[in-house]
């Protein structure tokens, strides 16, 4: 079911990992992937001979805008596509089953109850089809997909873009001629009785293994059934229940032919009501493969790893990046006994008998020495004054442990000039960056304490001379060091899906999520027909230039709405747009909008390119 992709395939799609591939047909080769989410689908890229030709892609383009319409059950949707790149290509959703053709080479005719589950199910499918105003013209059993809960119809419409190209149009046919009806096997207009017709043949071929027009090659059966009129197919070797429903499909007129709709209620009863409900509509060894099959899917593509931590410094703590230099780290207080002294709280009483000084003093108010004249404070209680201060008979005698009252002061007072020389610096690196500024007072040069008190200011060189200190040099910051470049210009096409649906688009892998995804967890943007807007799930904004810094940058600053309306798409994000945005993985995304496709029957297609970078 699933082989391994080749030299000549590519590995990637529109954004989607292909895993392997499933298949080639006549309009190109499909290959397995999976959404973000890991949604399993089926990517069928375009031939490249078909690819080249203008009025294909154009036709392509419509059919699939109008495949995209088609919503129910039985059937396989489109959930993306690209018909303007050099390669055209859509997705579907993937069903992990084999197709009836592959089923009955391998394991021969269906029971009756499954070939009449097979039929109603397809009607229903056909049904939804038509209402959305689409026409399959090449149902055949390599596009009827068997799954476990029932068949699946794929590759709806998309045949008749090719009605208009080269090929056709130097005499080749598309379509398959011994599944085609009789109006489209003569060339003429093949509409939905067209592909009730197609089922009549499918239910004959897998209820008995042989076509109801005899043996022969496809050219011969075509042309036996472009005259059904004057020779209709031999059905009287099939079941009652069988041939009164295929007399009603095969009729030589598209006009009496039973409609999807009545064909789909009259196979009901063969649909059954049990709880499994088509769980087991097939004969066990089908549905043997069928389990196999899914089994053997393959999961999602294994993510890039993680990038490595950062080295540990010792304690537990990251080492800081390079070129960054490292602050010491603050002393710690020295344990009694070591012949040191770790200074009291202000306010407290030493055992000498003279208050601790401030452990922090404002730079405002730290004093440089002091006052030769100011007497000591004396302390509280019957002991003598400080010992500064003079007595009446002359000075007092120090008391023991006046020395270490000193290395306190000493202390004290070196904490203080510290602080005096940060405030400075931080006071010179103001004025530097605004030498305008004025404070709050209106007078210049006016310092101002935290708690608001206006201060004479501290003695500085002439601001009138030339500066002569060294520049100070600046370390790279943290974010100019840490972004690392995961993938670059990765195209990513964002068009709105069809119908009432909405998609999320998720810029770390970066990919578009079908409908049934919804906005998960994973989505920066969502892409909503319904609402006919764009709705950003992760604050976005206009990049100011190609770095990770540049765009992270814009990412804060120029933030754009939360949700732009379908009628402000194109004033809003032009062509050369780069928007940007800090994703749900926490990485850095810049979507560069390289073209713009307005189109007239909803929102503008925009084709972007991806870059990431992890932070």
Same mark, same amino acid.
């Given at each position: 079911?699933?082989?391994? !992709? ?28 999976? *959404? ?63 197709? !009836? /053709? ?38 055949? %059993? ?14 709806? @419409?998309?045949? +008749?873009?090719?009605? *208009? ?52 090659? &496809?050219?011969? !059966? ?11 197919? /031999?059905? #009287? ?45 097939? %004969?066990?060894?089908?549905? $043997?493969?069928?389990?196999? +099959? ?20 010792? &304690?537990? #703590? ?5 070129? /960054? ?24 009483? %030493? ?25 000591? %404070? ?73 708690? @608001? ?19 100070? =040099?600046? $370390? ?36 578009? @999520? ?43 600053? #120029?933030? !754009? ?15 050369? =747009?780069?928007?940007?945005?800090? *994703? ?32």
């Amino acid at each position: 079911m699933f082989a391994p !992709l080749g030299p000549d395939d590519p590995r990637e799609i529109g954004g989607y990992r292909l895993l392997a591939r499933i298949g080639e047909g006549g309009m190109g080769t499909v290959y397995l992937s999976r *959404t973000r989410g890991g949604q399993a689908v089926a990517l069928k890229v375009i031939r490249r001979d078909f690819g080249e030709d203008t009025e294909f892609r154009r036709r392509f383009a419509q059919e699939v805008r109008a495949a995209r319409l088609v919503q129910g059950y039985h059937l396989v949707p489109v959930v993306d596509h690209d018909t303007s790149g050099p390669r055209p290509w859509l997705a579907t959703v993937f069903v992990p089953g084999l197709s !009836l /053709r592959a089923a009955l080479e391998d394991h021969g005719p269906l029971p009756l109850p499954s070939v009449m589950r097979l039929m109603g199910c397809t009607a229903q499918a056909l049904v939804a089809i038509h209402t959305a105003g689409v026409v399959h013209r090449d149902l055949k %059993p390599g596009n009827i997909v068997l799954g476990r809960t029932g068949p699946y119809v794929i590759d709806f @419409g998309i045949a +008749r873009a090719a009605d *208009t190209t080269h090929l056709t149009r130097s005499g080749g046919l598309i379509g398959t001629p011994q599944f085609m009806s009789p109006e489209h096997a003569q060339g003429e207009d093949a509409g939905p009785a067209s592909d009730v017709f197609s089922l009549g043949l499918i239910a004959a071929l897998a209820a008995t293994g042989s076509h109801p027009y005899g043996t022969g090659g &496809a050219m011969t !059966l075509g042309a036996r059934i472009a005259n059904t009129a004057f020779r209709p197919p /031999r059905l #009287d070797g099939f079941l009652p229940q069988l041939r009164e429903v295929l007399e009603q499909c095969l009729a030589a007129d598209p006009a009496v032919r039973i409609t999807p709709a009545a064909l789909a209620s009259l196979c009901e009863p063969w649909t059954g009501r049990a709880p499994d409900g088509l769980d087991s509509w097939l %004969p066990g060894p089908l549905a $043997a493969e069928i389990a196999r +099959r899914e089994q053997a899917l393959p999961g999602p593509p294994a993510l890039p790893d993680p990038p490595p931590p950062l080295p540990r410094s010792g &304690a537990g #703590d990251p080492a800081p990046p390079p070129g /960054r230099a490292v602050p010491p780290d603050p002393a710690p207080p020295v344990p009694a006994g070591t012949g040191e002294r770790t200074v009291p709280p202000a306010g407290a009483v %030493p055992p000498g008998g003279v208050p601790a000084p401030p452990a922090a003093v404002p730079a405002a108010h730290a004093p440089s020495a002091p006052a030769p004249s100011a007497p000591a %404070p004396s302390a509280p209680g019957p002991s003598a004054p400080g010992p500064s201060a003079p007595g009446p008979s002359g000075p007092v005698p120090r008391a023991p442990g006046g020395s270490r009252r000193r290395a306190v002061l000493r202390v004290a007072l070196a904490a203080g000039a510290a602080v005096l020389l940060v405030a400075g610096t931080w006071l010179v690196a103001t004025r530097t960056a605004d030498p305008g500024r004025t404070p709050a007072d209106g007078t210049p040069g006016d310092v101002r304490t935290p708690g @608001g008190r206006p201060t004479s200011p501290t003695p500085g060189p002439d601001r009138s001379s030339p500066d002569t200190t060294a520049p100070e =040099t600046t $370390a790279p910051s943290p974010e100019q060091q840490r972004h690392t470049l995961v993938f670059e210009n990765r195209p990513l096409s964002l068009r709105a899906p069809s119908g009432w649906d909405a998609v999320s688009v998720d810029l770390d892998e970066p990919r578009v @999520g079908g409908p049934s995804e919804g906005s998960g967890t994973h989505s920066e943007l969502t892409l909503d027909s319904n609402l006919s807007r764009w709705e950003f799930l992760t604050p976005m904004g206009r990049g100011a230039g190609p770095t990770a810094e540049q765009c992270l940058r814009g990412a804060r600053t #120029d933030v !754009l709405p939360s949700e732009i309306e379908e009628e402000d798409l194109s004033r809003t994000l032009p062509v050369g =747009t780069l928007l940007c945005t800090v *994703t749900s993985d926490k990485n850095i995304a810049m979507v560069k909008v390289t073209k713009v496709v307005h189109t007239s029957d909803g929102m503008p297609d925009y084709f972007t390119e991806v870059t990431l970078w992890r932070s």
